[in-house]
């Protein structure tokens, strides 16, 4: 009978080849640990939180930041998605259930959704939810999906407060019987308010392109060299300010009026 030996060489072999595993998992394992670090550091910079999805079991995990972010503890947020939607806004619960159905039935690689969630303090906040399929079956049936919400209240504050301050000003103007305008110069496409148009009987249709060479040709006679003059001067910033008095032909009585420039 044959018996078979391993030299010390050999056992010392498996020994540090053992050891090679060893140290190299531990290194890949610190790695992993810095990455998840830095990625949490990341995150709560911008108020963001990453989640996954099962849709064979329905769990859904969060990332830690999740609970800063709304003000519930750990276990008040179930890992079950269908009850996180109650924590949703009423009147954003189906429309972005629906999306996100159709997302997963559709070939779309990415979702991305704006909605609203109840913060345990009672107000809402605003949040902005991206997600991709992360894994599918060999059907192609998507099994996981992993996402991040990021809140964006303060963004949608911002927008509120530009959105009124727009308003009023449009208002104001309104009321002022100004005209607003804008010139890009390089295209020659004189932008208008409807203000604009109704003060110079400007025609409302699309397809009537305004320009600087439009407008120039209904002012006065007298007035267009005057009027040109001013522009050049201001354009290449021999003035300040523009500022002048001309008569404009207005395109709906084709009767000469005037008008101030600024």
Request: with cysteine.
């Amino acid at each position: 009978r044959r018996r078979h030996t391993r030299s010390l060489c050999d056992w010392s072999s498996d020994v540090c080849s053992s050891d090679l595993r060893d140290m190299q998992q531990k290194e890949n394992q610190k790695k992993l640990e810095e990455s998840y670090i830095r990625l949490e550091l990341a995150l709560k910079g911008i108020s963001a939180t990453t989640w996954e999805l099962n849709l064979i079991t329905g769990e859904i995990f969060y990332s830690d930041f999740l609970y800063e972010m709304t003000g519930y503890e750990e276990g008040e947020i179930k890992h079950l998605f269908g009850q996180n939607i109650l924590f949703m806004h009423e009147d954003d619960r189906e429309n972005t259930f629906n999306d996100f159905a159709e997302f997963l039935k559709s070939k779309s690689v990415n979702f991305e959704k704006e909605y609203r969630i109840k913060h345990k303090q009672g107000h809402h906040i605003w949040v902005l939810n991206r997600a991709t399929i992360s894994e599918r079956n060999k059907k192609c049936e998507p099994k996981k999906v992993i996402g991040i919400i990021i809140d964006i209240t303060k963004l949608k504050e911002t927008q509120k407060k530009l959105e009124e301050s727009e308003i009023r000003y449009k208002k104001t103007m309104e009321a002022s019987g100004a005209a607003i305008w804008e010139w890009d110069l390089m295209n020659d496409k004189v932008f208008v308010t409807q203000e604009f148009r109704n003060l110079f009987g400007l025609p409302d249709e699309k397809d009537f392109a305004i320009s600087y060479k439009t407008l120039i040709k209904n002012v006065h006679p007298d007035d267009t060299e005057m009027l040109d003059n001013a522009f050049q001067d201001h354009i290449s910033g021999k003035t300040p300010k523009l500022d002048i008095d001309y008569r404009f032909k207005k395109f709906t009585t084709g009767l000469y009026e005037w008008y101030n420039m600024q």
